[in-house]
Structures are given as C-alpha cells and as structure tokens.
C-alpha cells in the first residue's frame, strides 16, 4: 500500500509511514533504481530487507525523489539538495523523515525483551519508567536511537549521553537532550504507536 501517515510537524519537515503489504516485484516496478542501488539490493539476502530497501525509495519517490538523489556517506543517508533526512525500518513499516533542521527517525516493534536491555540505555529515565513498562521503554529507545543518528558520534552512550524528558503514553511528543562533552542539543521528540509498533522523530531546536 502506499504511505499511510504524512507527517508535517511545520512548514520545514515531512515524515512519512510506509507499510508493506506488496511484493518484491511489485515495489520494484515502482521505483527506478540506479545500477549501485540494483547491486545493494541483490546483495540483501533476506526478503524483509529487499522489502524495506525498495518502499523507503517508494517513500521518496511519493515525497518527489528518485533514487538516484539519495546516498549515503559513512552509512548516514544524505540528500543531493542538502536536505536532512533519516530513515529506519522495522520488519513491515517503513519510515522517513526529510527537513531542513537536524533529524532522526525510528520504529520497532514492540518487544518485551527490551526490560532486559533497559539498564544499558535507561539513566536519568529511571525517575519516571517504572519496571517492566514496555511502552515507555520502547519509545524511550526510539528517541535515544533517532538521537544517536543526528549526533553521528561514534561510541555515544544512550544511557549518559542522552536524556529523554518525562511523558505519558497519551501524549504526542516530549523534549530530549544530546549530552556530549561541550555539544548539547535540545530535540522535539514527537512520537506514536501503530498496531504493534512505536515511532519516534526528532527536530533540533536549540543548542544550549
């Protein structure tokens, strides 16, 4: 199916949410895709990753890019008109976000082995998370793992280097800091679940 969510938190930004329902053949008849684009996806042994390969070209494509505008420098994706943009994936979900600001992208599937890792990325959190708490937990992941794609700092520590604001799974967003040695950066955290998954997307704001 196409893009289910397009997202425009402001005039500067656009998210949009891909679930896949299609087949292989049927996004690669999508998308055109340039002769190193053709080579990555062949070299993707699983089915899934082809899949999500080929819709976040698909995604682009709705938002009025070709394949051919993306590439990637240090395994971070880049735009050839300047542009931010991140990208995850998620077994079938699909997402990217695109803007002029600094941003990050995540989704996972919710997963309650998430409670045994929480002790390596949860510091300040632990004012507010209570145990077992797989929502909260997750979401907390998703805005601390779009932190790490904007910091672009090789050995970031989730759990002393990045702090996510208290909130409520009824909310719509919350703030999240970078802390990192002299660098701190305030991001809008925005998130929100979709059948068994949670997203998150962040925009920098301010330095302080």
Known sequence: MPIIRTIRPNDNTLVGIW????SID?????????????ELLKNRKSRVHKLQFLSIRAILLEFGYSDQDLSY???SPILNNGKTISISHSNLFSCVIISDFKVGIDVQEFNNKINTIAKKFI???TLYVKDNDTQIMSIIWNIKESIYKIAEIIGLDYKNHSLVIPFNINDDFTYSWLIYKKRKERY???FFTIENYSF???IHIDNE
């Open 19 to 22: 679930k896949i329902t299609e």
């Open 26 to 38: 049927d996004l690669s008849s999508q998308v055109v895709l340039s002769s190193k684009s053709k």
């Open 73 to 75: 420098i240090n395994n």
């Open 123 to 125: 510091g300040y959190e």
């Open 188 to 190: 809008i955290s925005y």
């Open 200 to 202: 998150a997307y962040l």
